[in-house]
């Protein structure tokens, strides 16, 4: 575990005025909200360390975006705590998903709307129980166009929204643990099934409700998806933004 301050659900604040405090840097364990970039997440919490410690130059990072679709942990590292995003980043995550099959969308997700249609009444609760087997270990796993991944030093989203062509080249993950954990019909009338997934880092979640929905016989796409593990770190112990600007963690 690292030696950085933790800022979680067990925090004893507020903090105090200076940053030399934490010689190993902070690292805040953030449930991040509905439609919130990772960088918007980032920007406003530096902007309110800049404040708090009357500091201009504070190194604030995360150790692993999420979407902004997406919601739950996002870890924040600042200052020295940054050196080690990295290493933060390439632990293992854990995902809660909502899949809805016999549709799909260009961005794998709600960015986009539905596209396509598929046949669904096939679909069971046994039969993906049947599929998500096929998931578990090593494969090879193709990014989504939306997505950020860098092509050529640009975001693979960016090609995506000029609607300019661009190959996304398939890259190794491990999916350790794949668990139907409810399913239903949607809002739509159309199946879809609550999945948690513990799977590496470069996992895209969007690729795998592709890929289910493809393994299934069927079109699919994401809903909702909420990542509740990475690493040490759990949702549990993660803190809002509110609850961060609060005076729990600034004096008032």
Same mark, same amino acid.
């Given at each position: 575990?690292?030696?950085?301050?933790?800022?979680?659900?067990?925090?004893?604040?507020?903090?105090?005025?200076?940053?030399?405090?934490?010689?190993?840097?902070?690292?805040?364990?953030?449930?991040?909200?509905?439609?919130?970039?990772?960088?918007?997440?980032?920007?406003?919490?530096?902007?309110?360390?800049?404040?708090?410690?009357?500091?201009?130059?504070?190194?604030? =990072?995360?150790?692993?975006?999420?979407?902004?679709?997406?919601?739950?942990?996002?870890?924040?590292?600042?200052?020295?705590?940054?050196?080690?995003?990295?290493?933060?980043?390439? &632990?293992?995550?854990?995902?809660?998903?909502?899949?809805?099959?016999?549709?799909?969308?260009?961005?794998?997700?709600?960015?986009?709307?539905?596209?396509?249609?598929?046949?669904?009444?096939?679909? *069971?609760?046994?039969?993906?129980?049947?599929?998500?087997?096929?998931?578990?270990?090593?494969?090879?796993?193709?990014?989504?166009?939306?997505?950020?991944?860098?092509?050529? =030093?640009?975001?693979?989203?960016?090609?995506?929204?000029?609607?300019?062509?661009?190959?996304?080249?398939?890259?190794?993950?491990?999916?350790?643990?794949?668990?139907?954990? =409810?399913?239903?019909?949607?809002?739509?009338?159309?199946?879809?099934?609550?999945?948690?997934?513990?799977?590496?880092?470069?996992?895209?979640?969007?690729?795998?409700?592709?890929?289910?929905?493809?393994?299934?016989?069927?079109?699919?796409?994401? *809903?909702?998806?909420?990542?509740?593990?990475?690493?040490?770190?759990?949702?549990?112990?993660?803190?809002?933004?509110?609850?961060?600007?609060?005076? &729990?963690?600034?004096?008032?």
């Amino acid at each position: 575990m690292t030696a950085a301050t933790i800022i979680d659900r067990n925090f004893n604040g507020p903090l105090p005025e200076s940053m030399e405090s934490y010689p190993d840097g902070l690292i805040i364990v953030l449930d991040k909200p509905l439609h919130w970039t990772s960088a918007d997440a980032v920007r406003k919490i530096k902007f309110t360390l800049q404040k708090h410690f009357h500091q201009k130059k504070i190194k604030v =990072g995360h150790a692993g975006t999420l979407d902004p679709l997406a919601t739950g942990l996002l870890i924040i590292c600042v200052g020295k705590a940054t050196k080690i995003s990295e290493q933060l980043q390439s &632990h293992t995550k854990e995902y809660v998903t909502t899949i809805e099959f016999g549709a799909t969308t260009p961005s794998y997700d709600l960015e986009k709307e539905i596209d396509a249609t598929y046949p669904c009444d096939h679909i *069971t609760k046994e039969g993906l129980e049947v599929a998500l087997k096929g998931f578990i270990g090593e494969q090879e796993q193709i990014p989504p166009i939306f997505s950020a991944k860098m092509i050529n =030093g640009v975001r693979a989203y960016e090609y995506a929204r000029a609607g300019e062509p661009v190959e996304v080249k398939p890259a190794t993950i491990t999916i350790e643990e794949a668990e139907l954990l =409810g399913f239903g019909p949607a809002p739509s009338g159309r199946p879809q099934a609550s999945i948690r997934l513990r799977c590496s880092k470069g996992t895209y979640i969007r690729s795998f409700a592709r890929d289910i929905g493809l393994a299934i016989g069927s079109g699919a796409h994401l *809903t909702a998806l909420r990542r509740t593990l990475s690493g040490d770190f759990e949702i549990n112990n993660a803190i809002s933004l509110e609850y961060f600007l609060s005076s &729990h963690t600034f004096a008032v």
